[in-house]
């Protein structure tokens, strides 16, 4: 696989212009070879041939192996979560988690029994298939996006329902997340994505990019006695009430979407995915019955498309007091009287009656990497040096791809350690 990706790197060349679709079901055919990129692979493989496992050394702490230990014999009692905002882990009560799911599946989940899943998963995977071929046999749909749309049919897994902490509210709260890549819907979020990314860009108060929005901002020239302010929707995904966001959001997706038939298939697919969407926590399965299930694929797209009519609504009723308006899914930054403000992790200020932002280079570099199944007798260090041992030979082929090393296992290494977790007693 990390050959092939290779050679597809050397025979497709990066293209901004010319995205290809991710709605295709995978192929299996190979592309012709490259001398130094079969060079490179061959060499790796014969270093990688050498390798010998040696003594391994911990280099945990007593610190370390004092707070396993703790961690080991309190594990009726706390756990260890992700934080919000990507701010590492933190070490909770299981009560508090169990308070906290409780709180959220309140809002808009209903428990399922055995029998009620079956029925509600075998109902939803008709309406799909009926949906699929009946837009296919109009012309709608081609065979290869049929056939991927279908292709996780026969998945009867439900998602897995979490909560993030969010350390950096007083008092500490959580964050619902279902994550439902595994459920047999899971094609129609990326085709939903692909097909709703255009509309969302056509809107101009959405944020598509940082970039787009300095740019923005740099031809801006700023009224006098003017600030930024932010805002943020206050629990944006369970708020929504799906009746009036399929109000909303349908007569801009038929303002966007040419064609009838294709934006009817969009609408019916987008309705499917959020009744079909089922969660599990503690062997307990519940159905999302209200509300958009935060962590579903196309959450983003229908969020920003659904608030599009009140960013109208605030620039049609604040035109004296507003000139500028941006959002970016559930965050607004409006442009109102002097002063500094953060969004979207750019400083922004005002200078002169011109905008002033702090923007970081950056270069885009496409990656490949080689995954390694997890094994704590490999040395990572040593196998990091063989890649790159005779890295010259495929940036010679291709040279515009950084080569990396990943586990290909779902173990966190970092949870060894524990000096960067957050220590909360919440509960």
Known sequence: MFHRQLLLRKMFPADAAKRVSRCRVSSTWQPAGNGRIDAFIRLLRDDLAEFEASNIRSNLTWLDCKAQMWLKQHRDTVCVIDCDKGLGEAIVLRSWVNEQVALQLSH?????NPAELLLKMNGCKQR???LVQFFRSSGVLSLHQARFLL??????????FIILAKVHKHPVASRPVCNVRCMWFGPFNVFLVEQLNPVVNALHTVVTSTDSLLHELGGLSCKSNYRFVTLDVVNLYPSIDRQHLCQTIVPCLRRHIPNHQKCTFIIRALELVMDACVVSFNGEVYESQDGVATGLGVACQVANIYLSSFDNFLMQSCDNYLQ??????????????????????VALHIEHNRIAAKQRDRNIVRQVF?????????????LHRQIHKHYALAHQAVWNVRIGLCWSTGMNLFRRRYKDVWLYRVG
């Open 151 to 160: 292709s996780k049919l026969n998945s009867s897994s439900a998602g897995c």
């Open 370 to 382: 080689l995954k390694v199944p997890f094994n704590k007798d490999l040395n990572v260090r040593w």
């Open 128 to 130: 799909a298939d009926v």
């Open 324 to 345: 500028f308006l941006r959002r970016y899914i559930d965050d607004l930054l409006l442009l109102w009287s002097d002063g500094n403000v953060h969004f979207l992790d």
């Open 108 to 112: 808009g989940y209903v428990q399922l």
